[in-house]
C-alpha cells in the first residue's frame, strides 16, 4: 500500500524521494496534524487579536461593519483555503504557491509569485517586532524614558526599543535554527494559551457589555475615506487577508512532517484553522466593543482591550483580566513572529532549491536540516521593526494584506490550469463543488487585488504601501532579468 502511495506521489513530485529522505533523516521535525493547526490558527490570530482589534473597529466606522467585515472575509476565504488545502495534498513540497505557479506556468511566473509572498511574510516580522516593543514599552516604565534617537514618519526610535527589538529577533532566530519540532512545540502552547485567555476575554466581556454600547451602527471617527456603513466593511474586508494570513504557512512546513502522514488531514486543518481564526476574531470584535464607548475604546492606544476590562471589573478581578491579555497580547504577538518566521524561511530555502535566486540561501545546517542564511536573512527583517516604528504599521499592513492576495488568486488560478492539463491528475483532498469553489476563489481573490488600487476608495492601500509595492514589483523584475541569465 505504502509502495503504491509512493509511486502515485513520484508521478506528480519528482523529488519526492529526496523530500522523503531529508524526512526521516531529519534529527527534529515531526508535525502531527494538530501542529500544523495551531501553526495555522496562531500565526493568524495571534497578528492582531488584542493589539488591532480596536483600531479595526475605528477603521470600519463601528463595531458592527467591523463584525460583518471579518464574517464575509472568513467567507470569501474559505473558498480559497480550500484550493490551498487541494494543492497541498496533490504537491506536498515547501514553497507553496512557488510549487504551485511553477508547476502550472512556469519559472518567471513562479517567481513573481514568490517574490510578492515573500514580500508579505517579510512585511509581518517587522510589524510583530514593533508592535511587541510597543506592549512592553506600556509594562517597563524604563523603556519608555529612554532616550530619542532620531524620528521616523514621526514616529520616536529610542535605543531601549532598538536593543530589545535585536535580542527579541535573536531569539526568534536560535528557536527556528534550533529545528521546526521544538519551533511547533512553542507554537502549539503559545496557540493554546491565546485560545484559553481570548475565551475568557470574550465571556467576561459580554457578560460586563451592554448592546446600547454598540451604537451608533456606523460613524466615521478620522480612520479612513469611507462615509457609509458598506464602506466600513470593504475598508475590513481588504485587511483582513493580512490578519488572516498565516494558514498558508502550513503549506512552507508541510515538509517537517513524516512522509506516513496524510496531507488530506494536513490539509482539512489548514481550512479549519481560517474558520477557527475567522469566529475567534469576530467575537472579540463584537464582546469587547459591547463593554463601553466604542468610539473612545477604538481609538485608545494598546493595549487597549487590557484596560477596557480592568476599568470595567475594576479590583482584583479587573486587575487580574488586564494581566491576562497582556499576557495573551504578547503570546499571540510572539506566535504570528514566530510562524511567520518558520514559513519566511521555508519559502526563501524553496526559491534557492528552485534556482530562482542564489543557491546558498538553501543552504541547510547539517545537524538540525534548517535553513541557516535563510534564517539570518528572515532575522534581520525581523530585527528592522523597532529601526521603523509604529508609524508605518498601517502601510506594511496594506502592502502585506495585497502582497498576500497575490499569492492566493495565483495559487487558485493554478489549481484550474493544473486540473484541466494534467491528465493523470490526482489528490487525497478535493475542495467541495470542484470548479464552482475554485472560479469564486480566484474572482474574490482578484476583485480584492484589483479594488486596492483605486485611490479615493475604501479599499485603496495608500500611496507609501503603493511606492513600496512598484519598488518591490521592480527590484523583483530587474533581479528575475539578472539572475535568469546567471542561472
Keep these: 500500500m505504502k509502495e503504491d502511495k509512493y509511486q502515485e506521489m513520484k508521478k506528480r513530485i519528482p523529488n519526492i524521494k529526496n523530500i522523503m529522505r531529508i524526512r526521516q533523516s531529519r534529527k527534529k521535525g515531526d508535525m502531527g496534524y494538530l501542529d500544523f493547526f495551531m501553526l495555522g490558527f496562531g500565526s493568524m490570530v495571534g497578528v492582531g487579536w488584542a493589539v488591532s482589534s480596536n483600531h479595526w473597529i475605528a477603521q470600519a466606522g463601528g463595531p458592527i461593519p467591523a463584525f460583518l467585515g471579518f464574517i464575509i472575509a472568513t467567507l470569501l476565504l474559505i473558498p480559497i483555503g480550500l484550493c490551498h488545502g487541494e494543492l497541498l495534498a496533490t504537491l506536498p513540497q515547501g514553497g507553496g504557491v512557488l510549487v504551485y505557479t511553477n508547476k502550472a506556468f512556469g519559472r518567471n511566473l513562479s517567481f513573481i509569485s514568490s517574490w510578492f509572498l515573500?514580500?508579505?511574510?517579510?512585511?509581518?516580522?517587522?510589524?510583530?517586532?514593533?508592535?511587541?516593543?510597543?506592549?512592553?514599552?506600556?509594562?517597563?516604565?524604563?523603556?519608555?524614558?529612554?532616550?530619542?534617537?532620531?524620528?521616523?514618519?514621526?514616529?520616536?526610535?529610542?535605543?531601549?526599543?532598538?536593543?530589545?527589538?535585536?535580542?527579541?529577533?535573536?531569539?526568534?532566530?536560535?528557536?527556528?535554527?534550533?529545528?521546526?519540532?521544538?519551533?511547533?512545540?512553542?507554537?502549539?502552547?503559545?496557540?493554546?494559551?491565546?485560545?484559553?485567555?481570548?475565551?475568557?476575554?470574550?465571556?467576561?466581556?459580554?457578560?460586563?457589555?451592554?448592546?446600547?454600547?454598540?451604537?451608533?451602527?456606523?460613524?466615521?471617527?478620522?480612520?479612513?475615506?469611507?462615509?457609509?456603513?458598506?464602506?466600513?466593511?470593504?475598508?475590513?474586508?481588504?485587511?483582513?487577508?493580512?490578519?488572516?494570513?498565516?494558514?498558508?504557512?502550513?503549506?512552507?512546513?508541510?515538509?517537517?512532517?513524516?512522509?506516513?502522514?496524510?496531507?488530506?488531514?494536513?490539509?482539512?486543518?489548514?481550512?479549519?484553522?481560517?474558520?477557527?481564526?475567522?469566529?475567534?476574531?469576530?467575537?472579540?470584535?463584537?464582546?469587547?466593543?459591547?463593554?463601553?464607548?466604542?468610539?473612545?475604546?477604538?481609538?485608545?492606544?494598546?493595549?487597549?482591550?487590557?484596560?477596557?476590562?480592568?476599568?470595567?471589573?475594576?479590583?482584583?478581578?479587573?486587575?487580574?483580566?488586564?494581566?491576562?491579555?497582556?499576557?495573551?497580547?504578547?503570546?499571540?504577538?510572539?506566535?504570528?513572529?514566530?510562524?511567520?518566521?518558520?514559513?519566511?524561511?521555508?519559502?526563501?530555502?524553496?526559491?534557492?532549491?528552485?534556482?530562482?535566486?542564489?543557491?546558498?540561501?538553501?543552504?541547510?545546517?547539517?545537524?538540525?536540516?534548517?535553513?541557516?542564511?535563510?534564517?539570518v536573512f528572515c532575522f534581520i527583517f525581523a530585527a528592522m521593526g523597532p529601526f521603523v516604528g509604529m508609524n508605518l504599521i498601517d502601510p506594511l499592513t496594506s502592502l502585506g494584506s495585497v502582497s498576500f492576495v497575490i499569492g492566493w488568486f495565483l495559487t487558485c488560478l493554478s489549481l484550474v490550469v493544473l486540473i484541466n492539463k494534467d491528465k493523470e491528475y490526482y489528490t487525497s483532498f478535493k475542495a467541495p463543488g470542484g470548479k464552482l469553489t475554485i472560479y469564486p476563489a480566484i474572482i474574490i481573490s482578484a476583485v480584492i487585488v484589483i479594488s486596492t488600487f483605486v485611490p479615493k476608495t475604501p479599499a485603496f492601500m495608500g500611496y507609501t504601501a503603493l511606492i513600496i509595492f512598484f519598488f518591490w514589483l521592480f527590484l523583483g523584475l530587474a533581479f528575475l532579468k539578472f539572475y535568469s541569465k546567471k542561472a
Design 118 to 375: 515573500a514580500l508579505s511574510y517579510l512585511t509581518i516580522l517587522p510589524w510583530e517586532a514593533i508592535y511587541i516593543n510597543t506592549i512592553l514599552e506600556n509594562l517597563i516604565p524604563w523603556l519608555s524614558s529612554s532616550r530619542v534617537l532620531y524620528y521616523v514618519v514621526g514616529a520616536p526610535i529610542k535605543a531601549s526599543s532598538i536593543l530589545l527589538g535585536v535580542i527579541l529577533a535573536l531569539l526568534l532566530f536560535f528557536i527556528n535554527f534550533k529545528g521546526s519540532d521544538f519551533a511547533s512545540k512553542l507554537q502549539s502552547i503559545l496557540s493554546i494559551l491565546i485560545i484559553v485567555i481570548g475565551i475568557i476575554v470574550i465571556i467576561f466581556s459580554f457578560k460586563a457589555g451592554n448592546a446600547n454600547n454598540l451604537y451608533p451602527l456606523y460613524q466615521n471617527v478620522g480612520e479612513g475615506s469611507h462615509s457609509s456603513l458598506f464602506g466600513g466593511i470593504i475598508a475590513i474586508v481588504v485587511i483582513v487577508p493580512f490578519f488572516m494570513s498565516g494558514f498558508d504557512t502550513i503549506a512552507q512546513s508541510v515538509e517537517e512532517t513524516s512522509p506516513d502522514k496524510k496531507f488530506k488531514n494536513v490539509a482539512i486543518a489548514m481550512v479549519l484553522s481560517i474558520v477557527a481564526a475567522g469566529i475567534f476574531y469576530s467575537l472579540v470584535i463584537l464582546s469587547t466593543a459591547s463593554v463601553s464607548n466604542w468610539q473612545e475604546y477604538s481609538l485608545a492606544s494598546p493595549p487597549a482591550m487590557g484596560y477596557l476590562l480592568q476599568e470595567a471589573y475594576g479590583g482584583n478581578l479587573g486587575y487580574i483580566l488586564s494581566k491576562l491579555i497582556i499576557i495573551g497580547t504578547l503570546a499571540g504577538l510572539f506566535s504570528t513572529w514566530n510562524g511567520m518566521f518558520m514559513a519566511s524561511a521555508r519559502l526563501i530555502q524553496s526559491m534557492a532549491k528552485n534556482n530562482l535566486i542564489p543557491k546558498i540561501f538553501a543552504k541547510e545546517h547539517a545537524e538540525y536540516g534548517t535553513p541557516v542564511t535563510a534564517l
